[in-house]
């Protein structure tokens, strides 16, 4: 299933997300780990639910969806830094979240390296690290597949290619697909290990697909931004509205790709993602 052993099959290809797009496992990874690793992490108990709160809507239920973990957590910090008590180091991880050309544990070990007396780095790598051990431990009944995505895949699987396309970790996406039958409808998997979604979408195309047959399915502002550098269209799994989202990527959105009236419904459905997101 990787990339290098990938052969074209069908004229169309179809790039599915995992977390918050086939998945289910997004809203439990931030309620579970994230929120609560980085109220330990910084001992935020005191204004523990609101932070929360705070946390998700910039995580999940606004236009910062599926953002960055280093660039959620400074946008995090910054407003706590400002309403709740100060936050050492807060300039420089912002700086550092907004300017850096690569957000990972990786590029934190290499910072710490060279500023090892920042200790606002060390925490940011100690909280990723906990979100991760925390993301491991979650049962498996909490990472389950969305309604009628399974039978999305299945359907569109019998007549184009599909192509997992995430910023998770591997072995989760792995992990969690193969535990319900997902990868039975899978031709290639392209994850974070790859390299970023613009960027395996491009090389998805040198497999030969003509972008007016290629479509991203997606939950996050960053999935339409890859879509959209890449010249492929865009299909959107609304929050809290999937299964219906998926029911209607069969029923409409698959048959419209197919027959090469996508462009102008791909349109319509771009505006109900950003009204989704309170855009």
Same mark, same amino acid.
């Given at each position: 299933m990787k990339l290098s052993d990938h052969q074209k099959n069908h004229e169309f290809l179809i790039c599915?997300?995992?977390?918050?797009?086939?998945?289910?496992?997004?809203?439990?990874?931030?309620?579970r780990c994230f929120g609560p690793c980085m109220v330990r992490e910084w001992s935020l108990q005191e204004w523990e639910k609101e932070i929360l709160d705070r946390w998700n809507e910039i995580n999940l239920y606004t236009i910062t969806?599926?953002?960055?973990?280093?660039?959620?957590?400074?946008?995090?910090?910054?407003?706590?830094? *400002?309403?709740?008590?100060?936050?050492?180091?807060? $300039?420089?991880?912002?700086?550092?979240?907004?300017? /850096? +050309?690569?957000?990972?544990?990786?590029?934190?070990?290499? %910072?710490?390296?060279? *500023? +090892?007396? $920042?200790?606002?780095?060390k925490k940011a790598l100690s909280w990723s690290i906990s979100v991760n051990e925390a993301i491991t431990r979650l049962p498996d009944e909490s990472k389950i597949p969305f309604p009628m995505a399974k039978e999305a895949l299945e359907f569109a699987h019998k007549y184009a290619d599909i192509a997992i396309v995430s910023s998770a970790n591997l072995d989760a996406v792995l992990e969690e697909w193969e535990m319900h039958g997902l990868l039975a409808h899978v031709d290639v998997i392209m994850s974070q290990n790859d390299?970023?979604? /613009?960027?395996? %979408?491009?090389?998805l195309l040198k497999k030969g697909y003509?972008?007016?047959?290629?479509?991203?399915?997606?939950?996050? +502002?960053?999935?339409?931004?890859?879509?959209?550098?890449?010249?492929?269209?865009?299909? +959107?799994?609304?929050? *809290?509205?999937?299964?219906?989202?998926?029911?209607?990527?069969?029923?409409?959105?698959?048959? *419209?790709?197919?027959?090469?009236?996508? /462009?102008e419904y791909g349109e319509i459905k771009k505006a109900q993602f950003y009204k989704n997101l309170g855009e």
């Open positions: 599915v997300d995992s977390d918050g797009c086939a998945m289910d496992t997004m809203d439990v990874k931030h309620f969806r599926g953002i960055n973990r280093f660039k959620g957590l400074a946008m995090a910090l910054s407003e706590i830094n *400002r309403k709740y008590c100060p936050i050492e180091g807060i $300039e420089a991880l912002a700086e550092w979240a907004n300017n /850096a +050309p690569e957000l990972s544990n990786s590029a934190l070990n290499e %910072i710490i390296s060279k *500023r +090892p007396d $920042e200790a606002v780095f390299g970023s979604k /613009a960027y395996c %979408i491009s090389e003509e972008k007016d047959k290629v479509l991203m399915c997606g939950d996050a +502002p960053g999935d339409l931004s890859a879509a959209e550098k890449n010249g492929v269209h865009f299909y +959107p799994i609304l929050v *809290r509205q999937e299964c219906a989202s998926w029911h209607e990527f069969i029923s409409d959105g698959f048959t *419209r790709l197919i027959d090469g009236t996508y /462009a």
